[in-house]
Each structure stands twice: as structure tokens, then as C-alpha cells.
């Protein structure tokens, strides 16, 4: 089992997710979180086959499809989150962490 655990950023909410193998090519998916669209979005996915993982254009893919449905913002990284980990859980890539990371600061700027 995967376990992955992801800030958000703005919103303040942290979300953890477990990606586990049903079958050879499938995975089940449990998200615990504060945020009720990411919740709902874990209830929507539960499961998905490795077509739903790797499925392109990005925007047939089922966890970006779901998500939209869910009400996820558009840069939330939970989406993305999930994929790492079913990949990850599958064999398909290795565990490595994915950062986001501002260079010139995180504080609002201002235009004049």
C-alpha cells in the first residue's frame, strides 16, 4: 500500500491518500480529508484500472474527469496526488517526491 500525504497550499487543507493493488492492473483508492470536494472526489474514484491512470488527453482522463465533477479547484494538487500513487502502488514508476516549490517568495504581490 501507498500512502501519500499532500498540502494543498492556500486552502490550508491536507489530505492523505491510500492507493492500494486489487489485481494485477487495478488499485483501490481511500482519501481522508477536511475538504468536501476532495472527499467526494474519493468517493467518486474507489477504484481505477491502469487505462484510467495513463488515459491522455489530459482532459478524458477519469481522475481530472471526476475531479471536475467534484468541484476540485483547478490547482489542486490532489488529482495529480492520486496518480503518483497508483502508479506508484502499480509498479509503474518509482516513489519519488514531486515538489512545487516559489522561488521569489510565497507573499501576495501587488501591481501598480
Not at 15 to 27: C, D, F, G, P
Amino acid at each position: 500500500m501507498i500512502t501519500v500525504h499532500i498540502e494543498s497550499g492556500a486552502c490550508g487543507f491536507i489530505s492523505v491518500l491510500r492507493a492500494h493493488r486489487i489485481h494485477k492492473k487495478s488499485v483501490g483508492i481511500a482519501i481522508k480529508s477536511k475538504c468536501t470536494q476532495v472527499v467526494q472526489f474519493g468517493t467518486a474514484l474507489q477504484r481505477m484500472s491502469s487505462e484510467d491512470i495513463v488515459k491522455t488527453p489530459l482532459h478524458k482522463n477519469r481522475v481530472y474527469e471526476k475531479a471536475g465533477k467534484c468541484g476540485l479547484h483547478p490547482e489542486c494538487p490532489v488529482p495529480c496526488g492520486v496518480i503518483k500513487a497508483a502508479e506508484a502502488e502499480l509498479g509503474m514508476t518509482p516513489t519519488r517526491d514531486v515538489t512545487i516549490a516559489f522561488q521569489n517568495g510565497n507573499e501576495a504581490r501587488t501591481h501598480a
